[in-house]
């Protein structure tokens, strides 16, 4: 640390070049990733916070909820199987509300609904207002979201390409689902959406899209071989198999690694050169007593203080970008990936000093006699 | 025990193509406690493989290294360093400091090696560097030195582990007439009020005289030559 510290202090130009960008990269890195966790709790949040453990699907609907078709009467064998406490079926389908009769652009929203079994574990709290009751099934509870876009408590709005129209009783929060804001209804009520063209249910009994369980441990592949024509994966198997949740993940983690390799070598080589630079200067302390260990430790303190305080100022940076930014971006910071990441860009660039440390350790004393005969 | 510094029959040898050279031939040299010898030679005469082999940075092919008692030709890479550390005192030519490090940590640095500074490690190095006439520049950083001042505080890293060798390479290269003998002479006063074995290998004649014996190197070969035949 002595030297470490000594050397940042006399050579600040030099260090608060690169500490600026390590800084630039690690907001970066922070800015990423809260994106990413942002893109992606628009695009499945109504799925994340679902209190339910595994999912039934269709056999053969690659775990999303578009492509799968059940009847409800699995619900009542799925409930006798091993391990599972609760179960309770679920439908989605996209639509668009429009304010009153309104034919501005502004007045269509995109929403997504989604049918449950009123007062089931699939209902979400509700934040204002009231929950769903089986017996009113045109009283819907919408994502808070909606409120931004002009509806109120007790508004009605009409579905495009429909002639059925749904009050808002209730607002709940968190609740998106293909980034969009999530309706819940009655799921009688989804299905005369769902359904509205005759034959589109294909003569299925009480279709749902899925049925959700509860129960730790369920045991998938004897719901699998006991019920057939089904698929029974778990809530984050779900989450992935819906529609562009993978890629629009994969790009931003794709982003997360190309900066991550970046910074690595940025300040790998950065301290290479540097330890090149001062080669003469380490062979005299080694020619008057110094050991590897000693000046080694030198050069990665130095690597530590300047990521670490690098990575706080991106971090601050980070937090107080998001503070500016404006309320529709999918920004959404999650203090434990932040911290993550912190790790993550330290270690990396520890490890990338240690090929400096590598040199220390080969360049020989003798050097410092100014010629070697 | 032998005090000092005492080489018996050190050879170094390098592998020239086909040839051998031997930049090192049977080199013999006992330097007492207090005594400050110089070695003299022509460029490419073997001074410096010969203060390599004395300073523990290089391993003799053949022959014995004994420095105040104890044999350093059998030992490993970090005994060397610990023998470098405790052991040695290396004066080397102008601008071999840490830029980065004001002459009192240039000293500090040097009791950090071997583990934490103390405050009387602290006061140690400061009444040092005011015995040599720095303690006005104990803040000052090597680039706001003069050349003397410079070697002094080399002299003074070379002292704060209270070695028992000092050797010194060229250590007057840079200055001019009069801060070369001043730089010598202090080296020499300290070595015999310190009581230290030293060796200064130089090409500077003019500063023999502040040397007890003097001995000339050539092709490898060193041997004592009469302080009248150089003056």
Not at chain 1, 223 to 236: F, M, Y
Not at chain 1, 252 to 260: A, D, E, G, Q, T
Not at chain 2, 175 to 183: C, F, G, N, Q, Y
């Amino acid at each position: 640390m002595f030297l470490a510290l000594k050397e940042l202090r006399h050579s600040r130009t030099r260090f608060l070049m690169i500490a600026i960008i390590f800084v630039l990269i690690s907001w970066l890195v922070f800015i990423l990733s809260g994106l990413g966790n942002g893109l992606s709790t628009l695009a499945a949040s109504t799925f994340k916070t679902m209190r339910a453990d595994y999912v039934v699907f269709e056999q053969g609907s690659k775990a999303s909820m578009s492509k799968s078709l059940l009847s409800n009467d699995l619900s009542a064998k799925l409930a006798e199987m091993p391990n599972v406490s609760a179960v309770s079926p679920m439908g989605t389908i996209m639509a668009s509300a429009i304010k009153g009769s309104s034919k501005l652009n502004e007045d269509k929203v995109d929403i997504a609904i989604i049918g449950i079994n009123p007062g089931s574990f699939l209902e979400p709290a509700i934040i204002e207002g009231t929950g769903l009751t089986s017996d009113q099934m045109t009283k819907v509870i919408v994502n808070e979201t909606m409120k931004d876009e002009g509806f109120k408590l007790g508004d009605t709005f009409q579905l495009d390409g429909s002639t059925e129209s749904l009050t808002i009783v209730g607002f709940v929060k968190n609740q998106t689902y293909n980034h969009v804001a999530a309706v819940f209804t009655p799921i009688e009520e989804w299905r005369k959406l769902a359904f509205a063209a005759p034959g589109s249910d294909k003569g299925v009994m009480d279709p749902v899209n899925a049925i959700m369980l509860q129960g730790k441990d369920i045991d998938r592949n004897t719901i699998n071989e006991q019920l057939s024509g089904t698929d029974t994966v778990t809530r984050a198997a779900a989450v992935q198999g819906m529609p562009g949740y993978k890629e629009e993940n994969g790009t931003i983690m794709m982003m997360l690694v190309f900066l991550l390799a970046i910074s690595a070598f940025i300040i790998g080589v950065f301290f290479y050169v540097f330890t090149m630079q001062k080669s003469n200067q380490f062979g005299i302390m080694k020619a008057i007593g110094a050991k590897n260990g000693f000046l080694g430790k030198a050069v990665v303190s130095q690597v530590f203080v300047l990521s670490l305080s690098s990575i706080i100022v991106g971090i601050l940076l980070t937090y107080g970008t998001a503070a500016i930014m404006p309320q529709s971006m999918p920004f959404m910071l999650d203090t434990k990936l932040v911290f993550t990441y912190s790790i993550v860009l330290l270690v990396i660039s520890l490890l990338s000093s240690l090929v400096s440390v590598r040199t220390i350790s080969k360049i020989d004393p003798l050097k410092a006699l100014g010629r070697v005969e | 025990m032998t005090e000092g510094l005492q080489i018996t029959a050190a050879s170094k040898y390098y592998d020239e193509g086909l040839n051998r050279i031997a930049a090192l031939d049977r080199v013999s040299i006992k330097v007492e406690p207090g005594e400050f010898v110089a070695v003299v030679g022509p460029s490419g005469s073997g001074k410096s493989t010969f203060l390599s082999v004395a300073g523990a940075l290089l391993k003799a092919s053949e022959g014995e290294v004994i420095l105040h008692g104890k044999d350093i030709s059998k030992l490993s890479g970090k005994q060397l360093s610990d023998v470098r550390l405790h052991e040695i005192g290396f004066i080397m030519q102008a601008s071999n400091l840490v830029p980065y490090l004001n002459v009192l940590d240039q000293l500090l640095v040097v009791k950090r090696m071997s583990g934490k500074v103390r405050a009387a490690d602290k006061a140690m190095a400061i009444k040092l560097l005011e015995e040599l006439g720095l303690g006005t520049k104990l803040k000052s950083y090597p680039e706001e030195l003069s050349g003397g001042e410079k070697q002094r505080t080399a002299i003074a890293r070379a002292l704060i582990n209270d070695p028992n060798v000092i050797l010194a390479d060229e250590p007057t290269a840079s200055l001019d007439t009069k801060r070369a003998h001043e730089v010598a002479s202090l080296i020499a006063h300290e070595v015999r009020t310190r009581h230290k074995a030293a060796i200064m290998v130089t090409h500077d004649e003019r500063l023999l005289t502040y040397c007890d014996k003097i001995y000339r190197m050539e092709d490898g070969k060193l041997s004592l030559a009469e302080l009248e035949s150089i003056h």
